[in-house]
T-cell receptor
Framework: AQKVTQAQTEISVVEKEDVTLDCVYE???????LFWYKQPPSGELVFLIR????DEQNEISGRYSWNFQKSTSSFNFTITASQVVDSAVYFC?????????????WGAGTKLIIKP | NAGVTQTPKFQVLKTGQSMTLQCAQD?????MSWYRQDPGMGLRLIHY???????DQGEVPNGYNVSRSTTEDFPLRLLSAAPSQTSVYFC????????????????FGPGTRLTVL
């Protein structure tokens, strides 16, 4: 399977710092979707964003922003002015065409620790 | 809407026992799937279903069975539990997976933490 790589296993920053989580993917599909999910300590998986491969515009939602660069197969996630509530494991995922049935391929996750 | 519900939340089994993890959704989603989450490995797809009566294998199907008799329910059966199946299991659903243009985000249940001794 074509991989999704989140090279940062764990990141620790002090509150109010900016932090960027990296995601690099491999794919042979020409059309695909990229996702970010958050998994707080309570364990549930929370959808953050979906981006399709034709839309390379950066997206900002409050303190969250996403930088999609197709040329480098990267979809990085930045949290500005981090807060303790941002502490979680963050997963990047990519859709993959398996015989015309689309599935998600997941990265291993980055554990983000925000210290007060 | 209850969304995606899973039962039980926690389960301890002995090696060789069988059990069924329940999953239900009330969003009329066509696509449902089961993942397992192990430390440092992200989520891995076990089985999935694109509609009632249709199931298929994912990346790690061995030791698990599924069926989809209704749109709402997608139970996962462990046939003969092994310690390697100790994991957190997530059920997820979405509108459709049959077109990349209609590919929407998946909604997840709260998970089942399974320990096999």
């Amino acid at each position: 399977a074509q991989k999704v790589t989140q090279a940062q296993t764990e990141i620790s920053v002090v509150e109010k710092e900016d932090v960027t989580l990296d995601c690099v993917y491999e794919t042979r599909d020409t059309t695909y979707y990229l996702f970010w999910y958050k998994q707080p300590p309570s364990g549930e998986l929370v959808f953050l964003i979906r981006r399709n491969s034709f839309d390379e515009q950066n997206e900002i939602s409050g303190r969250y922003s996403w930088n999609f660069q197709k040329s480098t197969s990267s979809f990085n996630f930045t949290i500005t002015a981090s807060q303790v509530v941002d502490s979680a494991v963050y997963f990047c995922a990519r859709s993959e065409d398996k015989d015309s049935n689309y599935q998600l391929i997941w990265g291993a996750g980055t554990k983000l620790i925000i210290k007060p | 809407n209850a969304g995606v519900t899973q039962t039980p939340k926690f389960q301890v089994l002995k090696t060789g026992q069988s059990m069924t993890l329940q999953c239900a959704q009330d969003m009329n989603h066509e696509y449902m799937s089961w993942y397992r989450q192990d430390p440092g490995m992200g989520l891995r797809l076990i089985h999935y279903s694109v509609g009632a009566g249709i199931t298929d294998q994912g990346e790690v199907p061995n030791g698990y069975n599924v069926s989809r008799s209704t749109t709402e329910d997608f139970p996962l059966r462990l046939l003969s539990a092994a310690p390697s199946q100790t994991s957190v299991y997530f059920c997820a659903s979405s509108y459709s997976s049959l077109s990349v243009f209609s590919y929407n985000e998946q909604f997840f249940g709260p998970g089942t933490r399974l320990t096999v001794l």
